[in-house]
């Protein structure tokens, strides 16, 4: 039996609501908050305690509201729940056999990676201020030691507060994902643009780009780059200038650094590229 095998993100913590159709809400007299993030439906962000030496941080995650606005603040309240992948099996004629779902192993673990959101400085942050209908859930994250080897994954999830109702279930639940390493931008793969000039990731062009820039490359960036083309392009000049006096280079040929490669530790895997007919 041949064994095919997806993943994806098991959203359990909605179901209660994903199974009944959606027909818009009636705001009069309601408020409600969902998530807003900066990318319409992107709702994964990536926190890397690499790029500085605190030991802790806050990353803020954008909600709104709709309905009223109110002379006095608004407590937001969020829940950690747990993250599902869900593996299909198919036979050899591509049938459906089975499927299993596992609890994520790697979801980060409140006091650990970050305050919990029921401590009483956390809560203290959690507040649609008066006479605002923008916010944020201010996520206090922690730079525990394990996270030098393995990113642990967040999962939000926005319930109902004495002063706030909920949105449409599709913008209720956030992932942040917190780690201590170099990590791929989660979007770097959403823009058509970022492919088109930059290719592929992989870690190794990251760092290339990192050394070139002299600043992080995060997901920040690419959201600027994506806002002004000329300038990624200019990068991309840059970027291919370095990789190539990185690959001539006689040290790095006579060390079998060059030509820089994908996977360093393969001398089969594919060369780092930039594309160039862009």
């Known amino acids: 039996m041949k064994k095919i095998t997806y993943l994806f993100i098991l959203f359990l913590g909605i179901a209660f609501t994903g199974c009944q159709e959606e027909k818009g809400f009636l705001f009069q007299d309601v408020t409600r908050i969902s998530f807003s993030p900066k990318e319409a439906g992107n709702y994964e962000m990536t926190y ?26 608004r407590q937001i309240e969020v829940v950690q729940i747990p993250g599902y992948d869900v593996t299909y099996n198919h036979d050899d004629q591509g049938h459906l056999t089975d499927s299993i779902v596992t609890e994520w192993s790697n979801s980060a673990v409140a006091g650990k990676h970050y305050i919990a959101f029921e401590d009483a400085e956390a809560k203290a942050l959690l507040k649609i201020k008066a006479g605002e209908i923008t916010g944020y859930v201010p996520v206090i994250v922690l730079r525990d030691n394990s996270l030098k080897t393995e990113k642990v994954r967040l999962r939000i999830q926005l319930v109902v507060s004495n002063d706030l109702e909920l949105g449409q279930a599709k913008n209720l639940i956030m992932l942040l994902n917190i780690s201590d390493q170099l990590e791929q931008p989660v979007n770097w ?22 050394e070139v820039l002299h600043d992080k490359v995060d997901e920040n960036w690419l959201d600027q780059m994506v806002n002004d083309r000329p300038n990624l392009i200019f990068w991309r000049g840059k970027f291919q200038e370095a990789l190539n006096a990185f690959n001539n280079d006689p040290a790095n040929i006579a060390s079998g650094k060059a030509p820089l490669r ?8 594919a060369e780092v590229t930039f594309p160039s007919n862009v």
Request: glycine residues 6%; without cysteine; hydrophobic residues 25%.
């Open 189 to 210: 793969t959403r823009y058509s643009s970022v492919q088109s000039y930059l290719g592929a990731y992989s870690k190794p062009k990251h760092e290339l780009m990192i």
């Open 48 to 73: 890397s305690f690499i790029w500085g030496t605190q030991n802790r941080d806050t990353v803020y995650l954008p909600v709104s509201i709709s309905g009223r606005v109110a002379d006095h603040d």
């Open 262 to 269: 994908e996977n360093p530790n393969d001398s089969n895997s």
